[in-house]
């Protein structure tokens, strides 16, 4: 018998081992990855918010209904920019849901529809951008270890500016811009409305209970719409598609430790950028229904992220900072931009006890 037990005893030792190897190599990956791009000079464009792994849908359509640990999720998003050093700093606001349905009429698959608020202040001209859309992805299993999904999106953007807050070259006077000088500049109109087109891929693979791997790719503002204030004939005011794409893991480390790294590319016309990163959380209750959430991000020559978060039950809130490490921290002080998110997941009430395909404490 108790030859017997050391046997046991040495079994379960040795596949911790392989399991703490695996982990390990998985986590090295990704520094890898990150720490290969990020030689790069990288710099950012378009809306963009430095918890990308907390904005699924504005990150990639396949993200829809694309919920490993719940059946649905209603989020919301804030980011205050450059307050420090502008009277109109940037802000942006985000709120999306999305939800899980046909399960029971889907062999082996279901469908993610959702939506997607976005809404931008940015300048002294006070351009205000307003997105809004819809997005829908098709989640098909291969297996019982893998998930494949493909979806789009189809939005609605508008946005404004306000002449009266915008100072133009022929208006400087030497020492100061005059409002009151003449200006050979004209807008053709102060609001532009158009419609916007994403499309995008995800794959997850999940071997074990305590192994969770997804990446995907997208390619954003496929119609390339016309955007311009002026009374431009050339191809100047098309906007240019934004590729995007991630990886990311969740892995179980212990009975208390979840480890969570990511990485994040987007590229734009001739910018940039390479976000990389990880959050750890740590199990506070006996069953996950409270979790502490700490981490730490860089945005590859611009500034590191710390991040900080607590997880009661389905109900997530989480906070970040930009430290500025680039050259503008001599004109901000180091000081760059807040964060504040918040999600809510949940289950249907048919669906109480479904499995979730990521780790969980």
């Not at 087109?197 to 995800?202: K, P």
């Not at 991000?297 to 490490?325: E, N, W």
């Not at 180091?334 to 979730?356: H, L, V």
Request: hydrophobic share 40%; with cysteine; net charge positive.
């Amino acid at each position: 018998m108790k030859q017997n037990y050391t046997i046991i005893k040495q079994t379960i030792s040795f596949e911790r081992f392989i399991c703490n190897r695996f982990l390990h190599r998985i986590f090295s990956f990704f520094l890898f990855l990150f720490f290969q791009f990020s030689t790069k000079n990288l710099c950012a464009q378009d809306l963009h918010f430095s918890q990308f792994f907390n904005s699924p849908l504005s990150t990639n359509p396949a993200n829809t209904g694309f919920i490993p640990d719940a059946d649905y999720r209603l989020g919301a998003h804030f980011r205050n920019q450059f307050s420090n050093v502008m009277s109109a700093p940037y802000k942006t606001i985000s709120i999306f849901g999305d939800a899980q349905v046909m399960r029971n009429y889907l062999e082996n698959g279901w469908l993610g529809i959702g939506g997607l608020l976005l809404s931008d202040v940015a300048g002294a001209g006070s351009l205000k951008s307003t997105k809004l859309y819809g997005s829908i992805a098709y989640h098909q299993m291969l297996g019982n270890s893998s998930l494949l999904s493909a979806g789009f999106n189809l939005g609605w953007v508008s946005k404004r500016i306000d002449p009266s807050g915008l100072k133009y070259p022929d208006q400087f006077d030497g020492k100061f811009f005059d409002h009151a000088l003449p200006t050979s500049v004209v807008l053709a109109n102060t609001e532009v409305n158009y419609f916007d087109l994403q499309a995008g891929l995800n794959y997850a693979y999940f071997p074990t209970e305590n192994i969770y791997i997804n990446g995907g790719y997208s390619i954003h503002h496929i119609n390339k719409a016309k955007e311009s204030f002026f009374q431009d004939q050339t191809d100047d005011g098309l906007l240019a598609m934004r590729h995007i794409a991630f990886l990311n893991a969740i892995l179980k480390a212990g009975d208390r430790i979840i480890i969570q790294p990511n990485i994040f590319y987007t590229n734009q016309s001739n910018a940039s950028a390479l976000n990389g990163g990880f959050l750890i959380n740590y199990n506070l209750s006996e069953f996950g229904e409270k979790e502490l959430i700490a981490g730490l991000y860089y945005r590859s020559k611009d500034a590191f992220i710390p991040t900080l978060g607590f997880q009661l039950k389905q109900l997530r809130f989480t906070f970040s900072y930009d430290v500025t490490s680039s050259t503008l921290r001599d004109y901000n002080n180091g000081m760059g931009a807040s964060e504040y998110n918040i999600i809510k997941k949940g289950f249907y009430t048919s669906s109480p006890d479904r499995q979730s395909i990521c780790p969980r404490f």
